[in-house]
Nanobody, 126 residues
Framework: VQLQASGGGLVQAGDSLTLSCTRSGGSLSGSAVGWFRQAPGKEREFVAG????????KYKDSVRGRFGISRDNAENTVRMQMNSLKPEDTAVYYCASVFAASTRYLPRAAEEYRYWGQGTLVTVSS
Protein backbone atom coordinates (compact mmCIF):
# COMPACT_ATOMS: atom_id res chain seq x y z
CA VAL A 1 0.00 0.00 0.00
CA GLN A 2 1.37 3.38 -0.98
CA LEU A 3 -0.16 6.70 -0.04
CA GLN A 4 0.76 9.86 -1.86
CA ALA A 5 0.13 13.20 -0.18
CA SER A 6 0.20 16.28 -2.36
CA GLY A 7 -1.00 19.85 -2.60
CA GLY A 8 1.20 21.67 -0.13
CA GLY A 9 2.81 24.99 -0.85
CA LEU A 10 3.62 28.50 0.30
CA VAL A 11 0.62 30.73 0.84
CA GLN A 12 -0.29 33.90 2.71
CA ALA A 13 -2.46 34.05 5.80
CA GLY A 14 -6.11 33.87 4.81
CA ASP A 15 -5.46 31.85 1.67
CA SER A 16 -6.70 28.34 0.90
CA LEU A 17 -5.09 25.07 -0.10
CA THR A 18 -6.40 21.61 -0.86
CA LEU A 19 -4.34 18.60 0.12
CA SER A 20 -4.90 15.25 -1.56
CA CYS A 21 -4.14 11.76 -0.34
CA THR A 22 -4.21 9.09 -3.03
CA ARG A 23 -3.63 5.40 -2.63
CA SER A 24 -1.93 3.42 -5.35
CA GLY A 25 -2.42 -0.32 -5.73
CA GLY A 26 -5.75 -0.50 -3.98
CA SER A 27 -8.82 1.26 -2.70
CA LEU A 28 -9.23 3.66 0.22
CA SER A 29 -12.95 2.99 0.45
CA GLY A 30 -12.58 0.38 3.21
CA SER A 31 -10.26 2.49 5.32
CA ALA A 32 -10.35 5.24 7.88
CA VAL A 33 -8.12 8.05 6.67
CA GLY A 34 -6.53 10.71 8.81
CA TRP A 35 -4.54 13.85 8.20
CA PHE A 36 -1.79 14.69 10.66
CA ARG A 37 0.71 17.51 10.81
CA GLN A 38 4.05 18.10 12.42
CA ALA A 39 5.53 21.55 12.92
CA PRO A 40 9.25 22.03 13.63
CA GLY A 41 10.05 21.07 17.20
CA LYS A 42 6.54 19.78 17.87
CA GLU A 43 4.90 16.41 18.04
CA ARG A 44 2.80 15.03 15.22
CA GLU A 45 -0.86 15.87 15.79
CA PHE A 46 -4.18 14.76 14.41
CA VAL A 47 -5.84 17.35 12.20
CA ALA A 48 -8.82 15.66 10.58
CA GLY A 49 -10.13 12.22 9.78
CA UNK A 50 -12.89 10.46 7.91
CA UNK A 51 -14.19 7.01 8.69
CA UNK A 52 -15.14 4.22 6.34
CA UNK A 53 -18.25 5.13 4.37
CA UNK A 54 -17.84 8.69 5.69
CA UNK A 55 -20.01 7.98 8.72
CA UNK A 56 -17.74 9.91 11.06
CA UNK A 57 -15.66 13.02 10.50
CA LYS A 58 -13.44 14.46 13.19
CA TYR A 59 -11.39 17.65 13.38
CA LYS A 60 -8.84 19.16 15.67
CA ASP A 61 -10.58 21.99 17.50
CA SER A 62 -8.35 24.69 16.08
CA VAL A 63 -9.21 23.81 12.46
CA ARG A 64 -12.91 23.04 12.82
CA GLY A 65 -14.88 25.40 10.61
CA ARG A 66 -11.83 26.20 8.47
CA PHE A 67 -10.83 22.75 7.19
CA GLY A 68 -13.03 20.21 5.42
CA ILE A 69 -12.22 16.57 4.71
CA SER A 70 -13.91 14.57 1.98
CA ARG A 71 -13.54 11.28 0.15
CA ASP A 72 -13.71 10.64 -3.59
CA ASN A 73 -13.93 6.89 -4.12
CA ALA A 74 -13.90 7.25 -7.90
CA GLU A 75 -10.45 8.83 -7.69
CA ASN A 76 -9.35 6.79 -4.68
CA THR A 77 -8.54 10.05 -2.94
CA VAL A 78 -9.23 11.79 0.34
CA ARG A 79 -8.94 15.56 0.21
CA MET A 80 -8.62 18.18 2.90
CA GLN A 81 -9.73 21.67 1.95
CA MET A 82 -7.97 24.22 4.14
CA ASN A 83 -9.43 27.72 4.25
CA SER A 84 -8.49 30.85 6.18
CA LEU A 85 -5.01 29.51 6.73
CA LYS A 86 -3.00 30.89 9.62
CA PRO A 87 0.76 30.97 10.23
CA GLU A 88 0.25 28.42 13.01
CA ASP A 89 -1.00 25.96 10.38
CA THR A 90 2.54 25.80 9.00
CA ALA A 91 3.71 22.18 9.16
CA VAL A 92 4.43 19.06 7.18
CA TYR A 93 1.09 17.38 6.59
CA TYR A 94 0.81 13.60 6.41
CA CYS A 95 -2.05 11.38 5.42
CA ALA A 96 -2.50 7.95 6.92
CA SER A 97 -4.90 5.08 6.55
CA VAL A 98 -5.97 1.95 8.38
CA PHE A 99 -8.37 -0.75 7.32
CA ALA A 100 -11.63 -0.26 9.20
CA ALA A 101 -14.02 -3.13 9.83
CA SER A 102 -16.44 -0.65 11.42
CA THR A 103 -17.81 2.52 9.88
CA ARG A 104 -17.46 4.14 13.32
CA TYR A 105 -13.75 3.41 13.73
CA LEU A 106 -11.85 6.69 13.39
CA PRO A 107 -8.85 7.00 15.66
CA ARG A 108 -7.05 10.23 16.51
CA ALA A 109 -3.89 8.46 17.66
CA ALA A 110 -1.14 8.21 15.06
CA GLU A 111 -0.12 4.75 16.24
CA GLU A 112 -3.51 3.38 15.21
CA TYR A 113 -2.78 4.05 11.53
CA ARG A 114 -0.96 1.44 9.44
CA TYR A 115 0.00 3.24 6.23
CA TRP A 116 1.50 6.69 5.84
CA GLY A 117 2.18 9.05 2.99
CA GLN A 118 5.46 10.91 2.66
CA GLY A 119 4.24 14.31 3.81
CA THR A 120 3.64 17.60 2.05
CA LEU A 121 4.85 20.95 3.37
CA VAL A 122 2.41 23.76 4.02
CA THR A 123 3.91 27.15 4.81
CA VAL A 124 1.65 30.06 5.73
CA SER A 125 3.27 33.47 5.83
CA SER A 126 1.86 36.34 7.88
Amino acid sequence: VQLQASGGGLVQAGDSLTLSCTRSGGSLSGSAVGWFRQAPGKEREFVAGISRSDVLIKYKDSVRGRFGISRDNAENTVRMQMNSLKPEDTAVYYCASVFAASTRYLPRAAEEYRYWGQGTLVTVSS
